[in-house]
């Protein structure tokens, strides 16, 4: 890798998804816009931060990813998987919006890659 990756991306997700977007938009100024047909909401970047997004968690645990900006997603996960972390989700395209991943490290913090 040439040059560092950027951190390019965040999201914060809950069960209550309602519930964190009126907390995040509230608490700091954000302006949640929920994408249609799905418990995704789009949080536009504040000067100089990075934009995200707040999501429905289902069942699951709620968490907050940070995401790594980089050229193959695939190619990351590799060399992850070589050096002891895991895949968590692997390589996913969301039509006309984003390809990610998700991988644990080996001290288990889930994080993600975006294609950039």
């Known amino acids: 890798m040439s040059a560092p990756a950027p951190v390019t991306w965040f999201e914060i997700s809950g069960t209550d998804y309602a519930g964190l977007r009126s907390f995040y938009a509230e608490l700091f100024g954000w302006t949640p816009q929920p994408v249609e047909g799905m418990e995704y909401?789009?949080?536009d970047a504040a000067e100089g931060g990075v934009a995200g997004g707040i999501a429905g968690a289902g069942e699951g645990p709620g968490q907050a990813i940070f995401y790594i900006q980089v050229a193959d997603p695939q190619a990351v996960l590799d060399q992850i998987?070589?050096?002891?972390?895991?895949?968590?989700?692997?390589?996913?395209?969301?039509?006309?919006?984003?390809?990610?991943?998700?991988?644990?490290?080996?001290?288990?913090?889930?994080?993600?890659?975006?294609?950039?």
């Open 41 to 43: 909401a789009l949080v």
């Open 81 to 116: 998987e070589q050096r002891g972390g895991k895949t968590v989700v692997p390589v996913t395209v969301v039509p006309d919006m984003v390809t990610f991943a998700q991988f644990a490290d080996p001290s288990g913090n889930v994080v993600g890659l975006v294609e950039g």
